[in-house]
C-alpha cells in the first residue's frame, strides 16, 4: 500500500461507548480506529501506544485531574508533533472551545454534524488544516486577536521543548510528572524550568503559572 492510500490512523476518546460505537461505524473507510478510550488514563495510555494521526477528543472525560481533554493533550505533549487532536464534543461554548485550542488541538466540532462531515474533518486535521464548525470559528478569532502578538513574541524566546515544559510546570504539574510525560529525567526538566524563568525574566513556578494564566496560556 502506497503512503497516499495508507488508511489515517486514529483514537477515539469519549466516555459513552454507545457515541464510540456510532462513531467508528460513520466514519469513512479511509479512517481506521487503533483504539477506544473513555477516560483521561486511559486516552493518554492509548495514544502513547498507538501514535495515532488524528485523536478525535470529548472535551468532557472521567478522571485524572478533572481537566478532561485539556489534560489529555498536556498528558501527550511529548507526543503533539506528530499526534494531532481534534475536539468533538456536544459543548458549543466560547470557554470550552478556547480552552482546548489553547491547550494544542488543531480543531472542535459539535457532535451535532454529521458521519461525512466529521471524516473530512478528520482529513483536513490529518493534513496540517485547523478545523472548527462555523459558528465557533469566531471564538477563536476573538481569543487570539492582536493581544496574541505580543504573547508570541515572548514565546519565540523559548525552544520547543522549553514551551512544553511552561506549559506543564504553569498548569501545576511536578517535575516528576512532566519528565514521564515528556519522556526526560527530572533534571533534565530542571534544567528547562531554569531556562524558562531566565528568559522570561521570572523567579519562581509560582511567577510563571501567573505569567501563563494572564496571557491565558493555561
Known amino acids: 500500500m502506497t503512503e497516499a492510500a495508507r488508511p489515517i490512523r486514529v483514537v477515539v476518546v469519549d466516555d459513552h ?3 464510540r460505537s456510532g462513531l467508528k461505524a460513520d466514519l469513512a473507510a479511509d479512517i481506521h480506529v487503533l483504539a477506544e478510550a473513555a477516560t483521561v488514563e486511559e486516552a493518554i495510555a492509548a495514544v502513547a501506544a498507538h501514535s495515532p494521526d488524528v485523536v478525535l477528543l470529548d472535551v468532557h472525560l472521567p478522571g485524572g485531574r478533572g481537566q478532561g481533554g485539556r489534560e489529555v493533550i498536556a498528558g501527550c505533549a511529548g507526543l503533539l508533533a506528530q499526534v494531532k487532536f481534534l475536539a468533538l464534543s456536544v459543548s458549543d461554548s ?4 478556547v480552552s482546548v485550542i489553547r491547550a494544542g488541538a488543531r480543531g472542535y466540532v459539535t457532535k451535532s454534524i454529521s458521519g461525512a462531515e466529521i471524516s473530512d474533518a478528520v482529513r483536513r486535521v490529518a493534513g496540517g488544516d485547523a478545523v472548527f464548525s462555523p459558528r465557533l470559528a469566531g471564538f477563536v478569532l476573538d481569543a487570539f ?4 502578538v505580543a ?4 514565546l519565540d524566546r523559548l525552544s520547543a521543548r522549553e514551551l512544553e515544559v511552561m506549559r506543564l510546570i504553569a498548569r501545576g ?3 516528576k510528572e512532566v519528565a514521564k510525560a515528556l519522556f526526560i529525567s527530572i533534571k533534565t526538566v530542571e534544567s528547562h524550568v531554569s531556562a524558562v524563568l531566565r528568559k522570561l525574566q521570572l523567579s519562581s513556578r509560582h511567577e ?4 501563563a494564566a494572564d496571557r491565558r496560556l493555561l
Open 173 to 175: 504539574y511536578s517535575y
Open 208 to 211: 510563571l503559572t501567573r505569567w
Open 145 to 148: 486577536g492582536t493581544a496574541e
Open 151 to 154: 504573547v508570541e513574541d515572548e
Open 94 to 97: 466560547a470557554e470550552d472551545v
Open 17 to 19: 461507548a454507545i457515541f
